[in-house]
């Protein structure tokens, strides 16, 4: 009885018809514009005097925090202003990196907000955009060393950084 059984399973398989199918089907894909950015104000520390010392700007509202007295001229001085455009609902990354600077000076210690929460924060900055466009602000410190920088004769000097928006 043992052998009468599997040989019945055996002739079942066998028997069964052997056939192909296609199927036509289709992936999916939702392709979105990128991000952009445009520069609309430049970070300007205005005029300082050369000495020692560090002035920081905030991202919010371009005011300047100056305690060693660098500021002679501030009529100038604010933060970085761009226009990010992108997708509503589209996350994305804020990094900010100094370029090479002339010598004696450093930029660094770089926030930023948005131009519709007001409260600045260091980068990378994370962000939901919450409209098509909106406006990313900077802020940094510039620190002199009044050993190794110069003086620029009344032309300001260009203080290299680049700004990244990225998505997460």
């Known amino acids: 009885m043992r052998f009468t059984l599997v040989f019945t399973c055996l002739a079942l398989i066998v028997a069964l ?12 894909v939702d392709i979105i514009d990128g991000v952009t950015i445009n520069q609309t104000a430049s970070l300007n520390f205005g005029v300082l ?3 020692n010392g560090t002035v920081t700007i905030a991202a919010a509202d371009g005011s ?3 305690g060693s007295a660098l ?6 001085i604010s933060q970085g202003m761009f226009s990010v455009d992108s997708n509503v609902g589209v996350d ?6 100094a370029g090479t600077m002339p010598a ?22 994370p962000r939901t955009m919450a409209a ?6 900077i802020g940094a ?16 000097v260009d203080l290299p950084y680049t700004v990244s928006v990225t998505f997460q």
């Open 17 to 28: 018809p052997v056939s192909a199918i296609d199927l036509v089907t289709a992936g999916r």
């Open 49 to 51: 005097v050369l000495n």
């Open 64 to 66: 300047y925090v100056d």
């Open 71 to 76: 500021v002679y001229d501030n009529t100038n």
């Open 92 to 97: 994305i990354t804020v990094t900010c990196i």
């Open 104 to 125: 004696g000076l450093l930029l660094g210690s770089f926030t930023a907000d948005w131009a519709d929460l007001g409260a600045a924060a260091a980068v990378p900055a």
């Open 132 to 137: 098509i466009t909106e406006v990313l602000e």
């Open 141 to 156: 410190s510039l620190a002199v060393d009044r050993t190794t920088a110069s003086t620029t004769g009344g032309t300001p």
